[in-house]
């Protein structure tokens, strides 16, 4: 795995705010000092992609169509805490043949191990890079879990249509497919697997 799955990732900001892949956060320009507040993933306006390299000559794209998650921002960075739940029957390469391959025992073993998981256990603000957080997590996938620290970059904030908080955060990060014991096809297909997150969160 590459340095811990780290690039950018945008994370959830109402005031200070937390993300993490997949992912929480939390800045110093506190407009709110109460309780912690929680966020969940409009899935419509949120996106997980992936890129792998096939015969180390051309880049094919991917992403799945079915997840969910849920933020906690704590204006004082102790309790900031984010969760995501994928599907892994999900993934879509735009190609039926190749999703079907790739759902099968030979990549994701969708039956056997149905979701693809991340839960945060520490969010820090990354020293020296504005509205950019360090969130380290369990990444559960393949029923391999692996500990990962990524990068978390909040992308914005703004009022929904009833008045709702939102918050916007994406991140790209790089892990190593054989690392969760996905080894097949390692000639065509490469082994660095890079995936954009990139997320929206309405308040609770």
Sequence with gaps: MKTGLGHNIRIPYTAALVFALLISGFTGNIQR???????????????????????????????FNEFTGQIVMDPMGIDSMVEFEVKAASVDTGNEKRDQHLRSSDFFSAKQFPVITFKSTKVSAKEGEEDVFEVTGDLELHGVKKSITVDVEITGQAKGREGESLI?????????????????????????????????????
């Design 33 to 63: 000092a109460d309780a912690a507040d929680t966020y969940e993933i409009d899935t419509a306006h949120s996106m997980i992609i992936f890129r792998a390299k096939h015969n180390a000559v051309s880049y094919n794209y991917g992403r």
């Design 168 to 204: 916007g955060f994406e991140s790209t990060f790089t892990i190593n497919r054989s690392e969760f014991g996905m080894t097949y096809g390692m000639g065509s297909v490469s082994d660095d697997i890079r995936i954009t997150v990139s997320i929206e969160a309405a308040q609770k």
